[in-house]
């Protein structure tokens, strides 16, 4: 079964200055996606930024990147510039390509609160 | 603003009313979700459809019937639920559940609260 772990329950950046999240899973998979989502207070789901386990450039959205180690199974999420706006809880989440009932199926880590301090 | 649109926000019933959570997309999107998320949670799959036809259920208990009555509107129809079944109840969708590159786009949810 594909497991996704978010080592860190809540993190803390100060307005203006990079933060990194964790992310690793576990899958027997070659091909899948991996995905941030962000949900603020406003509890709407974002996605933030989303990866191809077949590409191994990283990906990059505006402030957020990611670093993508397929080898080590680890999907880091960088923000830069941070702020007061990305406070909120960002959820790593996995999406196997393969066939029966489990294809397109989201696995969500557990999630990282993330704060911003002005 | 969202492009999946849930109603009501909030919802406050008794174990023993009869109720109905709505969900509503224009893009086009042929695969609709719902998923339960407790506080501080992940999310948790409850149903899938596709193409207006149920493919995923999760094992979820009958209390909950969802309904897709087309390629639009997904429902979730709600009987003599249990105080645990409070939570925020999250409606997504995707251009197709089989489609490799086809991220969720999720509404804002309907929070409930059984009492």
């Known amino acids: 079964a594909q497991t996704v772990t978010q080592s860190q329950p809540e993190m803390s950046v100060q307005e203006a200055e990079t933060v990194t999240l964790s992310c690793t899973y576990d899958?027997?998979?070659?091909?899948?996606?991996l995905f941030w989502y962000k949900q603020p207070p406003s509890r709407q789901m974002i996605l933030v930024i989303r990866?191809?386990?077949?590409?191994?450039q990283n990906a990059t959205e505006n402030r957020f990147s990611v670093n993508f180690q397929k080898a080590a199974k680890s999907f880091s999420l960088k923000i830069s510039d941070s702020q007061l706006g990305d406070a909120a809880m960002y959820f790593c989440?996995?999406?196997?390509?393969?066939?029966?009932?489990?294809?397109?199926?989201?696995?969500f880590g557990q999630g990282t609160i993330l704060t911003v301090h002005p | 603003d969202t492009e999946v649109t849930q109603t009501p926000k909030h919802l406050v019933m008794g174990m023993t009313n009869k109720k109905s959570l709505k969900c509503e997309q224009h893009?086009?999107?042929?695969?609709m979700y719902w998923y339960k998320q407790k506080a501080k949670k992940p999310p948790e799959l409850m149903f899938v459809?596709?193409?207006?036809?149920?493919?995923i259920n999760e094992s979820v208990p009958s209390r909950f019937s969802p309904e897709c009555p087309n390629s639009s509107l997904l429902n979730l129809h709600l009987h003599a639920l249990q105080p645990e079944d409070s939570a925020l109840y999250l409606c997504?969708?995707?251009?197709?559940?089989?489609?490799?590159?086809?991220?969720?786009?999720f509404g804002n949810g309907t929070r409930l609260t059984v009492t």
């Open positions: 997504a969708s995707s251009h197709n559940r089989l489609l490799r590159d086809s991220p969720l786009h």
């Open positions: 899958t027997s998979e070659s091909d899948y996606y």
């Open positions: 990866q191809e386990a077949y590409k191994q």
């Open positions: 989440a996995y999406r196997v390509n393969a066939g029966g009932t489990s294809y397109g199926k989201l696995t």
């Open positions: 893009m086009g999107h042929r695969a």
């Open positions: 459809y596709s193409y207006e036809k149920l493919s």
